[in-house]
């Protein structure tokens, strides 16, 4: 079933890149045969409107086909919704004050334009940087990993976003998708709090506090492989203390080791 969500996002994107073609073709018309204006500076002015709304339409057909990756729509649209709502309240603002004053000044209005696109830039550009330093961190971490290690994040528990081979090779390809499916959650989501059957009577008591100020923390663990039962030390290790929600690595040792 197609999400609300996925359906609004998508059918806004396209409506952005229908008007952007529409627009920059009906002004290309007037330009050229009401207005008489040379083909070239008409064709240079309107090619990039045009081409950017035909990439807004594609977009709006990507995130539409995404499959089930709800959080990937949600992330999209809300990212996409502040921009367009920033930008456009700041042309607006400078529009309607140059209204009043009863000039239009097309150069202010760029700059102020631009900068409003750079904020917005900037921001984004510094949360993937961050994304990346902590993905990065991640990867380094499970391949150098003979033991399994996953990555996961805080959200009512710890939920798996990654897992390295392996925790694959040790609990199964089929571990994670077995438990997203019961948990409702999409892809290799699962649950380790589900997962492992801790010895702990109350194991995660005070486990996410320790976690915010940047400790790592040690819980025994029982979980069951193939069929066996075998004990593990769970080490909990915050990968970064400012991302929301808390990202954090579980490496699963041995309790022989």
Do not use: C
């Not at 921001?123 to 990065?136: H, K, L, S, T």
């Not at 999409?186 to 009577?201: I, K, P, S």
């Amino acid at each position: 079933m197609v999400s609300i969500e996925k359906v609004v996002s998508s059918g806004v994107f396209a409506g952005l890149g229908l008007g952007g073609v529409v627009v920059g073709l009906v002004d290309a018309y007037q330009d050229l045969l009401l207005q008489g204006e040379p083909p070239v500076t008409v064709a240079l002015e309107n090619t990039v409107p045009v081409a950017l709304g035909i990439v807004l339409l594609w977009l709006a057909w990507d995130v539409y086909w995404r499959g089930n990756d709800e959080e990937f729509v949600s992330t999209v649209a809300k990212m996409s919704f502040v921009s367009v709502v920033g930008v456009g309240l700041v042309g607006s603002w400078v529009v309607g004050i140059q209204l009043v004053q009863g000039v239009l000044k097309p150069m202010v209005i760029l700059l102020d334009t631009l900068v409003a696109v750079a904020v917005l830039g900037t921001i984004a550009g510094i949360n993937e940087a961050e994304r990346d330093v902590e993905r990065d961190r991640f990867e380094t971490l499970a391949q150098q990993a003979d033991r399994p290690v996953a990555e996961t994040y805080v959200d009512d528990g710890l939920v798996a976003s990654a897992t390295n081979e392996a925790f694959r090779d040790t609990f199964g390809d089929g571990s994670a998708a077995r438990l997203g499916a019961q948990t409702g959650r999409t892809h290799a989501e699962a649950a380790l709090v589900d997962l492992v059957d801790f010895v702990d009577e109350d194991p995660l008591a005070g486990v996410f506090p320790s976690l915010e100020r940047g400790e790592t923390v040690e819980r025994d663990v029982r979980i069951e492989v193939h069929g066996e039962p075998r004990d593990y030390t769970l080490r909990l290790a915050p990968v970064s203390g400012t991302a929301d929600p808390l990202e954090v690595s579980a490496v699963f040792v041995p309790a022989d080791e």
